[in-house]
């Protein structure tokens, strides 16, 4: 089964219009929650803090479907030279990255492997000082294992940003920024 184009209309010249497109597509075409627009300005805000040279991002939605969806924004975006979309457990891709220093990792995916998938980016030397990572729904729904162990890891400094949870609209520390020390 093939994808189908997600969006029509004038795309490319670039990563910026790209996103602008998206946005304006999304602003037309659904309701975007406060929540996704609160995570997503603090998600954009560390990625032009650090301006990473190299990004990884676990947990892309979720499925083969979007998987391709994200492929066809690499290409409308002008990026198929820079940006490659691995599907499958980070646990089976992560090798991948050997010999390269990732300047901020996005973490964004089944919470139950969020520490098992964090111990992996640690052993894979692919952390330098200053590298980030960042989690998303940390405590809700939640990853209490992982925030229990970088919180308490002295390789990295902490802090986490309070999000407009859900419908209910709980204001929750449910984002986390880690700084890699060394």
């Not at 089964?1 to 946005?23: C, H, L, V, Y």
């Not at 479907?65 to 089976?92: D, H, K, P, W």
Request: glycine fraction near 8%; proline fraction near 5%.
């Amino acid at each position: 089964m093939s994808a189908q184009p997600a969006f029509n209309g004038p795309w490319g010249n670039g990563p910026r219009p790209t996103k602008e497109q998206i946005d304006r597509w999304t602003d037309k075409n659904s309701a975007k929650c406060l929540e996704y627009v609160k995570r997503h300005a603090e998600r954009d805000e560390e990625i032009r803090k650090k301006k990473p040279v190299v990004m990884a991002e676990l947990g892309a939605y979720t499925g083969y479907i979007f998987a391709a969806r994200a492929r066809e924004m690499v290409e409308i975006a002008g990026l198929v030279n820079q940006v490659t979309v691995y599907v499958g457990a980070f646990s089976e891709q992560y090798q991948v990255l050997r010999g390269k220093i990732v300047d901020l990792y996005f973490i964004d995916h089944e919470k139950t492997v969020y520490l098992s998938d964090l111990k992996l980016i640690i052993g894979s030397q692919t952390l330098a000082p200053g590298s980030v990572i960042a989690a998303d729904n940390v405590v809700r729904p939640g990853a209490p294992d992982y925030l229990e162990f970088i919180e308490n890891n002295p390789q990295f400094s902490t802090e986490r940003h309070t999000i407009n949870c859900g419908r209910d609209g709980l204001l929750l520390p449910d984002l986390s920024i880690a700084t890699f020390l060394g």
